[in-house]
């Protein structure tokens, strides 16, 4: 057989097996057109302590969905963390069509193509911002660009942010949720697991909030800007492996969270400067069941949670609820969970949180990510595939 009559098959999987890393994938392999087979299928009526609500499949068939964004009532872009795909959802039919131009990404355990954002003033300016794992010389990391819609397509994209240094042999604790807030883009950064000292060390990106402007820049009133040696995009430090953070809007506060190792998930108020504590301090415990370090729960200098689970839910995504579908809601912070599967659902007095429901247990669904939709509707990504869409239900309805 001459060279040129080679199957085109053979030839790219010969190219891909010489890549450095075989999880390294170019966009389209997996990331193809699709139609949701169950779509609008009902699964039940659920009941919460504020609220009756309808559970319905908005899409499925998608691969581990991480973040997910509205771009109208009818249309969300949702990330496939390990085919690496953004993909955009027609919510009115369930038809999946990944978005073409969309960058190379590792995607193996905790790394992938992980959250998406809007620009606050997308509207007018058109941004769209992403978080993924890459491949290097020096070994994997996160990135955070910034892109338009152009029809199905990426354009003009951007590198705003590069976490640094990349690691070798660590897929764990990628962090990479954002959050947008006056002008900022904040950014969650995990430990990579290996590296816990990490999380209190000012020069390494690891185990940190980072905060630069909306374009990349670095604000020159970042708390550790003159601090020698510190990297000057850090916002906050000590935090383990943050798989959750927004912005509530009826304050202005970001809110994060963060898995313990066992027991020991936190809530916590993000605030400039501040130490959140991980690895000195946790509620949580070595895996074995041993104490983690010293045992201690409590330091001069470093901040206690909001709130924390013991045992561990695990959790992902979270978003505050201002719709008006679910009067009994308003105000409310979800989160999804995936190790104790369920949405919970939080009751704040002021910043704190005074009450928890655990809702939809008995789907046994790992929660990714949870949004409220323009339609005030609340929708969940879960790593089942699906996009489920919760609306209330009357009183009479079965
Ligand atoms: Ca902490």
Redesign the pocket.
């Known amino acids: 057989m001459s060279p040129r009559l080679v199957p085109l098959s053979l030839i790219s999987a010969a190219i891909i097996f010489t890549t450095p890393a075989a999880a390294q994938r170019a966009q389209s392999a997996d990331c193809a057109m699709r139609d949701s087979a169950r779509f609008g299928e009902h699964l039940g009526i659920e009941e919460s302590v504020h609220a009756r609500f309808h559970v319905e499949i908005a899409a499925d068939g998608l691969d581990l969905p991480w973040g997910m964004v509205f771009l109208s009532s009818t249309e969300a872009l949702i990330t496939e963390k390990h085919a690496g795909c953004i993909t955009r959802a027609n919510l009115e039919t369930g038809h999946l069509t990944p978005l073409q131009n969309a960058p190379a990404v590792y995607g193996k355990g905790g790394a992938g193509m992980l959250d998406i954002e809007l620009h606050p003033d997308y509207r007018t300016n058109g941004w769209i911002y992403f978080s993924y794992s890459i491949d290097t010389e020096a070994g994997t990391t996160l990135v955070v660009d910034r892109a338009r819609l152009d029809g199905d397509s990426l354009a003009g994209r951007e590198r705003l942010f590069t976490v640094r240094p990349a690691v070798r042999d660590s897929d764990n604790h990628h962090g990479g949720r954002l959050a947008l807030k006056d002008g900022y883009l904040f950014i969650t950064m995990g430990e990579r697991y290996d590296l816990k000292e990490d999380a209190q060390g000012l020069d390494t990106h690891h185990g940190k909030v980072i905060r630069i402007f909306d374009d990349g820049r670095v604000p020159e009133d970042n708390p550790f800007v003159n601090t020698p040696g510190a990297l000057p995009e850090i916002w906050s430090l000590?935090?383990?492996n943050p798989q959750g953070m927004t912005l509530n809007p009826l304050t202005g506060v970001i809110w994060e969270h963060?898995h313990g190792p066992k027991g020991g998930d936190?809530i916590?108020i993000i605030r400039r400067g501040v130490n959140?504590?991980?690895p000195a301090?946790?509620y949580g415990r070595e895996y074995s069941g041993e104490k983690m370090g010293n045992g201690l729960t409590r330091m001069d200098g470093?901040?206690?949670?909001v709130y924390y689970y013991i045992p561990s839910i695990a959790p992902s995504g979270m978003d505050f609820y201002t719709g008006d579908a679910f009067p009994g809601w308003k105000g409310n912070l979800f989160i999804g969970a995936m190790a104790k599967t369920h949405l919970n659902r939080l009751v704040l007095e002021d910043n704190r949180i005074a009450r928890e429901e655990r809702l939809l247990g008995d789907f046994n669904w790992r929660v990714r990510a949870v949004r409220e939709g323009p339609d005030g509707f609340l929708y969940l990504a879960v790593d089942e595939g699906l996009i489920l869409r919760l609306r209330p239900a009357g009183i009479d309805e079965q």
């Open positions: 000590g935090h383990r963060e936190e916590n959140y504590g991980w301090i946790t470093m901040a206690q949670p």
